[in-house]
């Protein structure tokens, strides 16, 4: 018989876990709703064209493809075979493979405004809470299931959308109690640092390489400019470029000198300074900070980009996102403006976990167990149960009769602070022992004086 096992890079829940991400999810949903976001879900599998080529290169190569159904139909061996050759080239056939599970929750939520936007109020802002799978190499903090929670407005150029958005971020982080910096930059800016290095089609090489800084360090950036055909003069400036250091107003006159007044460099430049000066709506315990290295590589954003760190914690991202003025586009409904922002919340319950800063009640038992001491005694021992629940109190009774030592460790074990006990002279006169599992004490109470 083979050994049960989970497909590499997922994970099962105990209790204990689902309580602590249920108090992550129920904290972000309350402040999605609390600055008016609806919520919205869309299926796990989308179809593979709404998903290839919206993620870059890298991003295209760890999409989860999903088999056609049928292969081993006889009738469709010949071009089953065929395929695979193919794919074997590293092309895709729709004889093999159709669908794919998305890779994240913009994407689909583009394909979904794209259908409905006809029916939807402009500006549309809906958050969504769902799973998403990348075929990345499993490692802390970093799974090929995970969870995210987004939340997205569309049909709307204001950069007050930006400013709400990271007031988001600001807002959840503080009610988790996680001391954050929300780190920003902006694509035109990292645009107008391609056009002078070059031009516009240099854009996806710089970021591509740009993103992988922290992992792979400055020297190894700029091996990987030059394998994608950067001159020494070009390397030379996005290394400038990656050593801006120095308050936010330092960054933004770097920025202006080292970009030379481009008209693309200066909307990106002015659009960083909006967010920075209207910070002060951007309460809690965050830190607002000018990133020039952050590039999100996704291939769809057109503006400001957000990452954010946890302060104190080992950790890479726990939430990004950013402004994508013609995502839509992608599906044939072009000039509806978007932004939004996405939580990690596989990295941050690690993070929580690490420093120590879920609640200590969050884990929830049942107050009473009801020992099983008979089938006329656990009837009127159910009969309490009952009433308990409906007063909104969890209790349980232990379904079968065994030995009081294994009622006991099945109390112990569930952490059930109160056990019962209803034996025959407790039934006769309608009353019941309560037992305090941490303290030892116990009393003798009426049935209906339970709560």
Not at 70 to 88: D, R, V, W
């Amino acid at each position: 018989m083979t050994k049960p096992s989970l497909p590499q890079g997922t994970r099962d829940f105990s209790a204990a876990v689902v309580q602590k991400r249920n108090y992550i999810f129920q904290t972000i949903r309350d402040v999605f709703e609390l600055h008016g976001f609806q919520p919205l879900e869309t299926p796990a599998m989308e179809n593979l064209n709404t998903l290839m080529g919206k993620y870059g290169e890298e991003g295209d190569k760890l999409i989860f493809k999903i088999l056609n159904n049928g292969l081993e139909n006889p009738a469709k061996q010949e071009s089953t075979k065929a395929a695979f050759e193919k794919l074997l080239e590293g092309k895709n056939s729709t004889a093999l493979t159709e669908r794919a599970l998305r890779y994240d929750l913009t994407i689909p939520f583009a394909r979904y405004v794209a259908m409905n936007h006809q029916q939807l109020a402009m500006p549309f802002k809906r958050y969504q809470m769902q799973p998403v799978w990348r075929a990345d190499r499993p490692q802390r903090g970093r799974y090929r299931e995970f969870y995210q929670c987004d939340a997205d407005v569309v049909g709307s150029n204001s950069l007050w959308n930006e400013v709400e958005l990271a007031g988001i971020y600001a807002a959840v982080f503080a009610a988790l109690q996680l001391p954050v910096e929300i780190r920003v930059n902006n694509r035109k800016i990292l645009a107008a640092l391609a056009e002078i290095c070059g031009g516009a089609d240099q854009l996806i090489n710089i970021t591509t390489a740009i993103d992988k800084l922290d992992k792979i360090g400055i020297e190894k950036v700029k091996e990987e400019l030059a394998t994608r055909g950067l001159t020494a003069n070009q390397i030379d400036i996005v290394e400038k470029y990656l050593l801006i250091e120095g308050s936010n107003l330092e960054k933004l006159n770097s920025l202006q000198l080292l970009l030379n007044n481009n008209d693309m460099g200066k909307e990106g430049i002015q659009e960083i300074k909006y967010l920075l000066n209207n910070s002060s709506f951007i309460t809690h315990n965050s830190t607002l900070l000018l990133d020039p290295t952050l590039a999100r590589g996704l291939n769809y954003y057109t503006g400001t980009i957000f990452e954010i760190k946890a302060i104190g914690a080992q950790m890479g991202s726990i939430g990004g996102g950013g402004r994508y003025n013609d995502l839509t586009g992608l599906f044939g409904v072009p000039n509806i403006p978007g932004v939004g922002i996405s939580f990690g919340v596989d990295r941050i319950y690690d993070v929580l976990e690490e420093l120590s800063l879920f609640p200590d009640s969050l884990v929830a038992a049942p107050k009473y167990l009801f020992f099983n001491m008979g089938d006329a005694e656990a009837t009127g021992a159910y009969t309490c149960v009952q009433a308990l629940r409906v007063k909104h109190i969890a209790a349980e009774l232990y379904p079968d009769k065994h030995k009081l030592d294994k009622q006991f460790k099945y109390a112990e074990k569930k952490g059930i602070p109160y056990v019962v006990i209803i034996g025959s002279k407790e039934l006769a006169d309608q009353n019941c022992v309560i037992k305090n599992l941490a303290t030892g004490e116990q009393r003798t109470i009426g049935w209906g004086e339970i709560e």
